[in-house]
């Protein structure tokens, strides 16, 4: 039984609808999970698999945490979630919802949602970076080493602005 879209974001609503017209199921375990990374990117979190099994089982308590985890490898897979490396081989997970704006430059993969990230770390706190702050370092990369830097699969490490005080 799919969920209804009643309470929808857009951008769940739209990460629903592009799951629908490629014959993909919409089920409780995938509404679930999309709902809770949109939360999380509304409230600028950037959660772990294991961050989003929590919440899900607090919404969804039928969705077993290993279903949670094939649901984020499979939303990946079909470009409704995107996904970042921190520092320690974390992962944290972002709505890409077809639609929103996309930064087309040669340094990125085609439907990523183009922001970048930096990951303090004394604090571990992990920041949106726009896409335009690392244009020149990718562009250096790309015209001296032939290097395409893909800026918005893994974090920049380094020491954020309170830690060096």
């Keep these: 039984m799919e969920t209804s ?13 592009r799951l629908r017209s490629t ?12 709902r809770v990374i949109d939360a ?3 409230a600028d979190e950037h959660l772990s698999a294991e961050q989003v099994g929590t919440r899900v089982g607090a919404l969804e308590p039928t969705v077993h945490r290993a279903t949670v985890y094939r649901t984020l490898t499979s939303l990946t897979e079909a470009g409704v979630l995107s996904h970042v490396h921190l ?5 944290v997970y972002h709505l890409a919802v077809a ?3 996309q930064h ?3 340094h990125e993969p085609p439907g990523e949602d183009g922001h970048g990230h930096v990951q303090c770390v004394a604090c571990g706190r992990v920041q949106d970076v726009p896409p335009h702050v ?6 250096r990369l790309l015209d001296e080493l032939g290097f395409a830097l893909e800026t918005t699969h893994a974090a920049l490490l380094g020491t954020c602005a309170d830690c060096r005080r």
């Design 134 to 139: 690392l244009d020149g370092v990718a562009a």
């Design 87 to 91: 520092g320690g081989s974390a992962t």
């Design 23 to 34: 014959g993909e199921r919409v089920t409780p375990a995938r509404y679930a999970v999309l």
């Design 104 to 106: 087309e430059r040669a």
């Design 40 to 42: 999380a990117d509304l």
């Design 5 to 17: 879209p009643r309470t929808d974001t857009p951008r769940v609503a739209a990460a629903v609808a």
């Design 99 to 101: 639609g929103e704006p």
